[in-house]
């Protein structure tokens, strides 16, 4: 089945850190690639996302690049801030309508 | 765009109970999914409706769960005979355009603990 598989957390930084969040997936077909993100007190929104092979999604300076040869959809930010302190679930969705997600990485920005 | 509203966001019940979960999901989106998240975990899917039609169930959802969408509109999650082990949020999304594809928007969820 498919699976997502996500880098352990909790991640602190200091403000305006580079940020990396791994996420690596298995998957039959050609998947989307998604990362949502969910602030403290608020419900999962979609951060951004990328539906083919070397597609970049980006969305207030987080990007990521669908890497098919590596399985992979990693998360960077060049320069964190306070306000980016949130859980990060990597997910992947195929034409069979579900979604499957990641167990999520809890950032945490630090003045 | 009110967004994804479920109701109650909170609920409290004696193990053995049943519970009804109610999602509203944003007027203009045919699908409709229930997910399942305990602490420290991401969304598990539990089944989705595409209007009225009930596509697809988890091997995770045991005959005590029941979905429906009468109307392709809200949708009502219902748990019988509650054990402690269904306590979770249940949290509830809508989309349209290419399956698969499309963004999921969101409720805040229904927080349910199984005394």
């Known amino acids: 089945g498919n699976s997502v598989t996500q880098m352990e957390g909790p991640v602190t930084l200091s403000e305006e850190a580079f940020l990396t969040i791994n996420c690596t997936y298995t998957?039959?077909?050609?998947?989307?690639l998604f990362w949502y993100v969910q602030y403290p007190g608020e419900g999962l929104q979609l951060l951004l996302k990328?539906?083919?092979?070397?597609d970049k999604g980006s969305n207030k300076g987080f990007e990521a690049t669908y890497r098919k040869e590596t399985t992979s959809f990693h998360l960077e930010k060049g320069s964190v801030q306070v306000s980016d302190s949130a859980v990060y679930f990597c997910?992947?969705?195929?034409?069979?309508?579900?979604?499957?997600f990641g167990d999520g990485t809890t950032l945490t920005v630090k003045p | 765009d009110t967004g994804v509203s479920q109701d109650p966001r909170h609920k409290i019940t004696k193990r053995g109970q049943n519970v009804t979960f109610r999602c509203d999901p944003i007027?203009?989106?045919?699908?409709l999914y229930w997910y399942r998240q305990t602490l420290g975990q991401g969304p598990e899917f539990l089944t989705y409706?595409?209007?009225?039609?009930?596509?697809?169930k988890s091997r995770l959802l045991s005959d005590r769960f029941s979905a429906e969408r009468p109307k392709g509109s809200f949708s009502t999650l219902e748990i019988q005979r509650t054990e402690q082990g269904d306590s979770a949020m249940y949290l509830c999304?809508?989309?349209?355009?290419?399956?698969?594809?499309?963004?999921?928007?969101f409720g805040s969820g229904t927080q349910l603990s199984v005394l």
């Open positions: 998957a039959t077909g050609y998947p989307s």
């Open positions: 997910a992947l969705a195929t034409n069979a309508g579900k979604s499957t």
């Open positions: 990328a539906t083919k092979a070397d």
């Open positions: 999304a809508s989309s349209s355009g290419t399956v698969g594809h499309e963004k999921l928007f």
């Open positions: 007027s203009e989106h045919n699908r």
């Open positions: 409706f595409q209007n009225e039609a009930q596509l697809e």
